[in-house]
């Protein structure tokens, strides 16, 4: 977590910066990347603490909040970094900003709940084609929402000792 958190610190101005496409003819078009406010997190339970740094760093540094909702199968992981934010804003005497980050711990209806909230601006979600389906039916519920969903878990992390290889 620490070393993908450090190399995207390490290049977050150089692509948070605006992008300038054009400037001639009297027209400069600008990509200029604006925070979206508040976003949920909702990791896959097999590699919460990747899954996570790879949306959670990019939001925070991008100016968000972020509401994390971790698998019911690894709820510590939330509550870890959420400890280990906390600490953190501490040490950098920034008290203040602890409300960037919180950590929930939800069922499936209270989920839709909230991915459905009208001031939730953007969902991440990492699991199953059917969790990903509810996500995105109950993301639209309440106008518009970026999601970004990576579904069906199809990158095995091991091969075991009876699998038929061959096949």
């Known amino acids: 977590f620490k070393e993908r958190a450090d190399y995207m610190i390490s290049i977050a101005k150089k692509e948070l910066d605006d992008k300038v496409l054009t400037d001639n003819n009297n027209v400069k078009k600008i990509i200029k990347r604006v925070p979206f406010g508040i976003g949920v997190i909702i990791p896959a339970w097999n590699y919460p603490y990747l899954i996570t740094a790879n949306s959670l760093i ?3 540094i991008a100016g968000n909040t972020v509401i ?13 970094l959420k ?5 953190t804003l501490e040490d950098m005497e920034e008290t203040d900003l602890k409300s960037i980050f919180s950590n929930l711990i939800l069922d499936h209806k209270d989920t839709q709940y909230l991915v459905r909230h009208k001031d939730v601006k953007y969902i991440n979600f990492t699991g199953s084609v059917e969790g990903g389906k509810q996500i995105l039916k109950s993301s639209m519920e309440n106008g518009f929402k970026s999601v970004t969903l990576e579904l069906g878990g199809k990158d095995s992390a091991y091969v075991c000792d009876n699998a038929n290889l061959k096949l």
Do not use: N
């Open 68 to 80: 994390f909702k971790g698998s019911s199968q690894t709820p510590s992981v939330g509550i870890i």
């Open 83 to 87: 400890e280990t934010m906390d600490e």
């Open 58 to 60: 990019p939001s925070l």
